[in-house]
């Protein structure tokens, strides 16, 4: 299970865009409003089938939005670390403050060269390397 350290602050301050959330989405957005109560986690990517989030405690979530297709129903932790880095990035460009949640680039990281494709570029695409952090680490490689 993916679950991210958080201050006492931050933790206050994703509980607050939660609560908020029905109020502050997007109109696009507006209709996940329901989920967003039930399941108690902030929406960082709306996916095709399912929504990324993340709760209070910094645990990284996913719920069904079609279960046909989804493959489950409910709630569920996610473990794929490209998925919930990915989202998180993706979170971030919307929620400023997730940005402290990121993981700080290693002084010997190297700029990621995927990000020049224009897909990964228009964020439509996740990046298979970097999850659109924009930079990898080649120790970590």
């Known amino acids: 299970m993916a679950r991210v350290e958080m201050s006492p602050g931050m933790s206050e301050w994703v509980s607050e865009r939660i609560a908020a959330f029905p109020r502050e989405a997007s109109e696009a957005s507006a209709w996940l409003a329901p989920a967003v109560e039930e399941y108690d986690a902030l929406p960082l990517h709306e996916g095709w089938w399912?929504?990324?989030?993340?709760?209070?405690?910094?645990?990284?979530?996913?719920?069904?939005?079609?279960?046909?297709?989804s493959g489950y129903s409910g709630v569920r932790?996610?473990?794929?670390?490209h998925q919930w880095l990915s989202s998180l990035v993706e979170?971030?460009?919307y929620y400023e403050p997730l940005k402290s949640l990121l993981p700080p680039r290693p002084a010997h990281a190297v700029d990621c060269h995927h990000l020049d494709h224009p897909?990964?570029?228009?964020?439509?695409?996740?990046?298979?390397?970097?999850?659109?952090?924009?930079?990898?680490?080649?120790?970590?490689?």
């Open 50 to 69: 399912d929504v990324i989030g993340i709760r209070a405690d910094g645990e990284i979530v996913s719920w069904s939005t079609d279960d046909e297709y």
């Open 77 to 81: 932790p996610v473990e794929d670390r």
């Open 91 to 93: 979170g971030s460009r």
């Open 119 to 141: 897909l990964i570029a228009e964020g439509k695409v996740w990046c298979p390397k970097c999850c659109g952090l924009g930079w990898v680490d080649p120790a970590g490689a």
